[in-house]
Each structure stands twice: as structure tokens, then as C-alpha cells.
């Protein structure tokens, strides 16, 4: 902790999320909507939240001003808040669902959860709910929240997982530090869920958004097919949607912004919580909405995202330099869609597994900034859940993209098989 006990600034990736969301007003914001099977007495329902927050000590903080930046400090209340700066950064709410199931709806802030442990969140939520062994209050009192990633060695990344360039492990990349080594464990991934399989749905947890439920049958095909064309899922439908975009908006490039989990690239990786936001952001401009074979298209897209991710490296700048930056992009007036790809939750639930019926993430896209989309992917016993949430393109272009991607992810005629 820098400051007192139980306060710390916000690192570098931290702030940067924390200003987007301010000033694009909720941009980055995390929901997610998961049925779980049974219904719960309020009483029981409450009782395991505030175990929930004993076992997370990130939940407690809030966002204050300090020193020309933004800290971390602890005490944020149990009662009603909101995500503003120095309030509660998160809101759970839990309502009967369909044939005797539970439905719950999880809103973090960017700042404390990124796409890639949104899952790690939700099963402390669920081991409290029933009644799994675990630590307390009493036992995290004297641990300390997850370290500033600025003060870690950044080493760069593993194998290159792009599909066409075919790199193999990533040169390490050291920035002069003394460090120590450690042994990293697989980062928890975020999920997805059943709505109506093989169809585009309105989103249940961000306005305008939709996302696209594939059965696990379809997402295997779908996976297949891109596997033996040399490009990922992931590759392939930002493509779809980088194309969407540009024949919308009539301009010939988009701007891509990948979000790439950072947990094994740190040298000092074990010192890294599950939950956290330990994310960077790796932008590049596409020629999109071209005709042509849209695998030959999607394996030149990813080349470039591999090059940009693999040229990457953490800012080093202060709080106030990192506000200007935001405050240019919330200027921008280019197409832009930023991706998460967060793979599979089910390890992250762990035993609940079976008890979650459906599970579906949204990354709300604010206001502020040139028009443009957030496309989440994620998946959840085998089935892959895709989630499209736009900003000022009008209400129906999320509707209408969301058609493009489920003609594309079904591989139908336009998209035959290899």
C-alpha cells in the first residue's frame, strides 16, 4: 500500500479505466446477469452479501481525488451507492427468475474488475450464498489488497495466440527493475450463457445491447471452422463487427481496441488477486468494410492486433498525463470497437457450476467519444455467448450488427464451411 494503511494510488491501467468512466460517463462498467438455480429469502440473500464482502476486501473501496490523482481507499458502506468517485463501486441486485431460479445482476466498476475476473466475483458471491467454507472478515483483516502494478516488472507475454502469424513465444521484455520470479497461476475467465441458442437476443443487462447465445454444438463448429481457416473466434467476429461499423458510418478504417489480460506478465505474478483490473489496452486501425473472403480479411486483421499486442508496453505516466489522454479520446470522433475476449468461466465457478442455469457479461460502452461498440465474448459450458453494446449509432445498429454476427457465427451461406 502507498499512503496509509488500507489506501493505495491507482496504477497506471487502474486510473486510466477510472477517468474513461467519469468523463464518458459509465463507460468500461461490467454487468452480469447469472440465474441461479433455487430462490432465496431475503434475509439469506443479504446475509451472503456481507459475507461476500468479508471475503473481498475490493469491495470495500472507493475512488478518492489525492495528489493530482486518484487512491484507493477502504470503508465504502454496505447501504445503497453508486459507482461515483469516493461511493460503493459495485451494485448487486437479485429478483425471481424463470421456473423457480434466481436471477442476479452484477454492475462493477472497471477500475476494481475486468473482463477477465468477473467470474472470480461471482463464485466468493455464490460460496457465501451456500454456505461454503471460507474465509472471513476476520481473516483477510490483515491482507493486503492487490499490489500497483506499477511498481511490478513487466516481462511481455507468452505465446502468440492470434492464429495467422504464427509466433511462437514472445520476447521477454525487461524495464531495468530488480524483481523476483513466481509461478502464475491460469487467470479466471468471464462467461456466458443459454438465452435462445443460435439467435440474437436484446440484451438483459445493458439498454441497446444484444448478444448472441450459440449451443455448445454450434460454438464447436463455429471453433472448428476457424480453427482449419487460421484465425480465432475472437478474430473473426471482431472483423464482422469492424465491417458492421464501417459500412454505418462510411469511413474506411476502424479503430480496434483489444483488451488483453496482463496477470502472466508480470514477473511477480503470484503477488496478482484473481479479481482485480490487471488489463491493457492495445489500440489499431483496420481497413474494414472491404468486399473479399472475410477469413482471408480476419487473418490480416489479426496480424496487426498481434503486432500492436506484442509492441505493447505499460504507461508510465502520472495520473494527470493519463486524464488528458482520456479526455482527447472522449474528443474522438472515429469508429472505434473495443473487444474483450475473456475464454471460459467454468473454472472460475468452480462447484456452482451446475447451479448457474445462464450467465452473460455486458461491457457498457458511456457516452463520449466517436461512435462505436463493445463486443464481449465469453463462454460457459461449452457454448459460446457473444454480447454487442453500441454508443451513438442510433438504436438499431446493435440490432442490426447483431444479425451480421449470427449470420457469420452459424456460418451460413455467405460464411460457408471450409
Known amino acids: 500500500m502507498n499512503g496509509g494503511e488500507g489506501e493505495r494510488r491507482l496504477s497506471a491501467a487502474e486510473a486510466r479505466f477510472a477517468y474513461t468512466h467519469a468523463l464518458m460517463r459509465g463507460s468500461g462498467r461490467l454487468t452480469t446477469s447469472f440465474t441461479v438455480r433455487g430462490t432465496f429469502a431475503p434475509e439469506r440473500v443479504e446475509r451472503a452479501v456481507r459475507r461476500w464482502l468479508g471475503r473481498l476486501p475490493l469491495l470495500s473501496l472507493r475512488i478518492d481525488g489525492a495528489d493530482g490523482g486518484l487512491c484507493f481507499r477502504q470503508g465504502a458502506p454496505l447501504g445503497r451507492g453508486d459507482e461515483a468517485a469516493g461511493e460503493r463501486l459495485w451494485r448487486l441486485r437479485a ?5 423457480g431460479t434466481t436471477l442476479f445482476r452484477l454492475t462493477v466498476h472497471p477500475a476494481i474488475c475486468d473482463g477477465y475476473s468477473v ?8 460460496d457465501a450464498l451456500f454456505d461454503t467454507p471460507g474465509p472471513d472478515a476476520a481473516d483477510r483483516a490483515a491482507e493486503a489488497l492487490p499490489p500497483d502494478t506499477d511498481d511490478l516488472t513487466y516481462e511481455g507475454g507468452g505465446g502468440c495466440g492470434c492464429g495467422p502469424c504464427g509466433a511462437g513465444a514472445a520476447v521477454p521484455y525487461r524495464d531495468g527493475r530488480r524483481h523476483a520470479r513466481g509461478d502464475g497461476r491460469t487467470p479466471g475467465a468471464v462467461a456466458a450463457g443459454p438465452t435462445t441458442p443460435g439467435a440474437v437476443a436484446a440484451g438483459p443487462t445493458t439498454p441497446g445491447a444484444v448478444t448472441l447465445a450459440l449451443t455448445p454444438y454450434e460454438s464447436r ?7 482449419a481457416g487460421r484465425v480465432t ?10 465491417d458492421a461499423l464501417a459500412r454505418e458510418t462510411g469511413r474506411p478504417e476502424v479503430t480496434v481496441v483489444t483488451a488483453m489480460s496482463l496477470r502472466r506478465r508480470y514477473a511477480e505474478r503470484t503477488l496478482i488477486a484473481e479479481p482485480g483490473c490487471v488489463l491493457g489496452l492495445v489500440r489499431a486501425r483496420l481497413s474494414a468494410g472491404a468486399a473479399g473472403d472475410p477469413l482471408d ?4 486483421d489479426a496480424a496487426v492486433l498481434c503486432s500492436a499486442a506484442r509492441a505493447w508496453r505499460p504507461e508510465r505516466r502520472a495520473h494527470t498525463g493519463i486524464r488528458h489522454a482520456v479526455e482527447r479520446e472522449a474528443r474522438a470522433r472515429g469508429p472505434e470497437v473495443r473487444v474483450v475476449d475473456a475464454g471460459s468461466v467454468d473454472t472460475a465457478l468452480g462447484p456452482h457450476a451446475a447451479r448457474v442455469t445462464g450467465l452473460c457479461t455486458v461491457a457498457a460502452r458511456g457516452a463520449g467519444g466517436g461512435p462505436g461498440g463493445s463486443l464481449y465474448l465469453s ?6 455467448t457473444v454480447a454487442l453494446a453500441s454508443r451513438g449509432l442510433g438504436e438499431g445498429w446493435a440490432a442490426r450488427a447483431g444479425r451480421e454476427l449470427s449470420e457469420a457465427a452459424l456460418l451460413r451461406p455467405a460464411f460457408a464451411p471450409l
Open 297 to 300: 480479411r480476419a487473418r490480416a
Open 221 to 227: 463448429r463455429l471453433r472448428e471452422w476457424c480453427g
Open 95 to 99: 429478483a425471481p427468475g424463470p421456473a
Open 119 to 126: 467470474g472470480r466475483l461471482v463464485r466468493p458471491l455464490l
Open 379 to 384: 463462454s460457459f459450458k461449452g457454448a459460446l
Open 233 to 242: 473466434v475472437g478474430g473473426f467476429l471482431t472483423t464482422v463487427v469492424a
